[in-house]
């Protein structure tokens, strides 16, 4: 892959202001940092209401800023970051991904980060998801405390491979698909999926991340309308401004399946008018070496007509493609996986971007005044635990 910026996600709101939004690596639109909150999280902490209530008899360990080291910062952007952090006195490692409060007003992204929040307490019940520990607040930041998924992001490895062969696409586009099926089967549209949003654990396993963007409860008539996505991924129903489902979902599969075999792009464009026109409009370059199977599966991605996508009908498991897969197998995880990052150790950053890794971890400082004037109440019912982290604390 050629080493161009990684572009932003893009959520246009139905009063049509442009916005960037937040990716793991490079995210714009939730993060907060360091800004060494000591406030008593007390009246700010309260169990989100969807997860499993825990007895009364048992105390809940409350999670502060202090509870954690923070040793790296693993990405960035406008909201705050994303830093590799450790549990003191747990030798235990955990990406937190922090966002400024008066970031998430001002841009009026409380609904998205409660999103988030909510899906990814559901990603426990797939083994394709980042799963999510807790979440935590200050007066000024929202704290995700996630799984440290030390194995990098696709596009970290694409631009050092320039494409991937094609078991190994094949295997990462499978895992993809159960863990997009997974959030579809719950009434989710996912709406960012690409190279930088799946990363790989230490075994070389995909997890998908970054759940900023989804649409929930997409059941039976409800459809999305919001203008978003990362550009080179957007489908064309989403550009031409028609409601959607989870086809949009598998037109961005379509994406990032091509990007793996092939190292580029499908569509093109100098600009972004140019780049969604030719979404619209071209028919993507297949080279005369890949596989009949991967042109047949890519064609049918790429189906402009939403209702007849592949994912939307048929069954894309058993497409050609996947005949080497067996499903049944790779669902539980233990197919073993093409490639094994190079990590040495469960704090092993070295498969993240340098440009974040040279900077001071510590978290970003807020519009104090703002935080001062702001509602507190829009934050009520943020704050989780899930009680597989109790686990690890009692160890």
């Known amino acids: 892959m ?12 139905d009063s049509g202001s442009l916005e960037n939004v937040g990716i793991y690596q490079d995210f714009d639109k939730k993060s907060k940092a360091l800004g060494g909150d000591t406030t ?12 499993t209530p825990i007895p009364a008899s048992r105390t809940r360990r409350k999670f502060t800023i202090d509870s954690f080291v923070f040793h790296k910062v693993l990405g960035k952007g406008s909201f705050g970051k994303v830093l590799l952090a450790e549990l003191k006195g747990k030798n235990e490692f955990f990406a937190i991904k922090a966002l400024k409060k008066d970031v998430v007003l001002i841009d009026d992204d409380v609904e998205c980060t409660m999103v988030e929040k ?8 797939n083994p394709f998801l980042t799963h999510l520990y807790c979440t935590f607040q200050t007066k000024d930041h929202l704290f995700f405390v996630m799984e440290f998924l030390n194995g990098g992001d696709l596009m970290f ?13 094949t295997f990462y586009g499978a895992e993809v698909v159960c863990g997009l099926q997974f959030l579809h089967s719950k009434g989710i549209i996912y709406r960012d999926l690409k190279l930088d949003n799946v990363m790989l654990d230490k075994e070389g396993h995909i997890k998908i991340a970054d759940f900023g963007m989804c649409k929930e409860n997409v059941v039976g008539e409800n459809r999305a309308s919001t203008f978003c996505g990362t550009p080179d991924y957007i489908a064309p129903e989403i550009l031409q401004g028609l409601k959607y489902t989870f086809s949009v979902d598998w037109w961005s599969f379509g994406v990032l399946l091509y990007e793996m075999l092939i190292g580029q792009s499908p569509f093109h464009g100098d600009d972004e008018d140019e780049l969604f026109e030719s979404i619209r409009v ?10 009949k199977e991967s042109k047949d599966l890519l064609e049918k991605l790429f189906e402009r007509d939403p209702t007849k996508r592949l994912g939307i009908t048929g069954n894309i498991k058993e497409h050609s493609f996947f005949k080497t897969i067996n499903w049944t197998a790779l669902e539980k995880r233990e197919v073993e996986t093409p490639f094994k990052p190079k990590v ?3 704090s092993d950053y070295n498969n993240f971007d340098r440009e974040f890794l040279s900077e001071k971890a510590r978290l970003s400082y807020s519009d104090k005044n703002l935080i001062e004037s702001m509602d507190q109440s829009a934050f009520a019912g943020f704050s989780f635990i899930n009680p597989k982290f109790e686990q690890i604390l009692a160890k």
Do not use: C, M
Request: no cysteine; proline share 7%; net charge positive.
């Open 2 to 13: 050629p080493s161009a910026p990684v572009q932003k996600s893009t959520r246009k709101s």
């Open 40 to 51: 008593d999280n007390s009246e700010y902490d309260k169990l989100w209401e969807g997860s």
């Open 118 to 125: 909510r899906v990814l307490a559901l990603a426990w019940e």
């Open 157 to 169: 490895h694409i631009q050092d491979k320039g494409r991937f062969d094609l078991y190994r696409a």
């Open 282 to 291: 071209d028919t993507p370059h297949y080279p005369r070496w890949i596989t």
């Open 344 to 346: 040495k150790s469960a």
